[in-house]
Nanobody
Framework: QVQLVESGGGLVQAGDSLRLSCAAS????????MAWFRQAPGKGREFVSR???????QYVDSVKGRFTISRDNAKNTVYLQMNSLKPEDTAVYYC???????????????WGQGTQVTVSS
């Protein structure tokens, strides 16, 4: 079992930055791929970024060059640094864990409760 708790969301203006954190409890954090998904009002859950247990990285095209995912296995934490935020980045951001190489929500077994990110224009 892995429990995930996100933090770091908030209300910012376009062009600002935020760093989301996801703290994991449970064993063998380093064995899991960690991902960030987001869900905007009225839309489905969208893959944002993934970091594998070996450090491989994936990003959705819309955030490439602006968002950076990282993990600190000693702290059981994964981060999402979000720069140059846009209004279209507004969503609830979810952290997920799974023993997978995939980028679909169904590939992940454990989810946090989500943190709201709102970007005003």
């Amino acid at each position: 079992q892995v429990q995930l708790v996100e933090s770091g969301g908030g209300l910012v203006q376009a062009g600002d930055s935020l760093r989301l954190s996801c703290a994991a409890s449970g064993r063998r954090f380093s064995a899991y791929a960690m991902a960030w998904f987001r869900q905007a009002p009225g839309k489905g859950r969208e893959f944002v970024s993934r970091i594998g247990w070996g450090g491989s990285l994936q990003y959705v095209d819309s955030v490439k060059g602006r968002f950076t995912i990282s993990r600190d296995n000693a702290k059981n934490t994964v981060y999402l640094q979000m720069n140059s935020l846009k209004p279209e980045d507004t969503a609830v951001y979810y952290c997920a864990a799974g023993q997978t190489t995939g980028g679909r929500a169904d590939d992940y077994d454990y989810w946090g409760q989500g943190t709201q990110v709102t970007v005003s224009s």
